[in-house]
């Protein structure tokens, strides 16, 4: 589609291989939507994407973050420096500034929270000892210039581009879309990969925001959805109804697991979920088990046992 790009750009994630970042044709410019990850060599290879396409940095106009995750907004204090345009983003409840000023305190938090959770202290020592030397991949925290939010407009030579609030993968998530081409940024709340990840501790109920976040994009009736990762698709309609299969699948069986002696989340993730437990995978199904529980609570299906761990069972 003219004037549209792709910018592939790579991450060290096992299993996420890399993230998109977008740039639309604005007049002599182009508006840059999300930033790809701050780590050694991330500005070259943006550097580099633009160049593909024929593009420079110093021709952003303006910077658009669908959320406040490394990926998608990590870059955003150099770019907007090299640049000199403006960040616009949803502001966040704080995480993402807590994660690069007080990257111990997050990282306690998380440790609390996991440990309330059931989580053994042999494994909590090994997640701080890791987790300590990672580096946050954000270059610097950073202030939206605007805070974006529904009825702020996003001007492109497409057309203009409204903001949807999308909470659910992060609470200050947005998707973006433009209604004449009937085109969805969609951020990480639809990729074609249908692999939902909730975040956890920031709001009441992720898995619930997440579900009517679905429905939001869902009345958009969007054609064309340009993801945070992996390609674009046309099928807006069935990644959306997908998501909601997925979710009421693993809302199930974490209620199963429940159903006859209260557990810990802990000792949920094994029961719920195929995967073998493992370091990498372990913080996330984790977080995801806790999210489950918390709309199970939300919705009548499930009771949380007050206590040091926390216990959950289903009624
Ligand atoms: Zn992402």
Redesign the pocket.
Known sequence: MPGVYRLRLP?PWPG?PH?NAWAVSRGEGFVLF?TGMHQPGSMEQLDRALAMCGLRLEDASLLVCT?S????CGQAADIVQRAGCELWMKPDEGHMRRMVEDREGELQRRIEVARTSGVPERILRRYLQERGNVEPGIAAAIEPDRALLPGVMVETDLGAWSVHETPG?APNHVCLFQAQQRLLIS??HL?GRISP?FEYGHSPDPVGEFLESLTVVDELGARLCLA??GRTFTDVDAHVQGNREVVAQRLTRVAATIETEPLTAFEVVPRAYDSILSAANGPWLLTETLCMLTHLERIGRATRIEGEPLRWVAH
């Open positions: 991450l996420v993230c999300d959320h995750h490394t990926d998608h993968h951020g990480d990729l990840y945070g990762h």
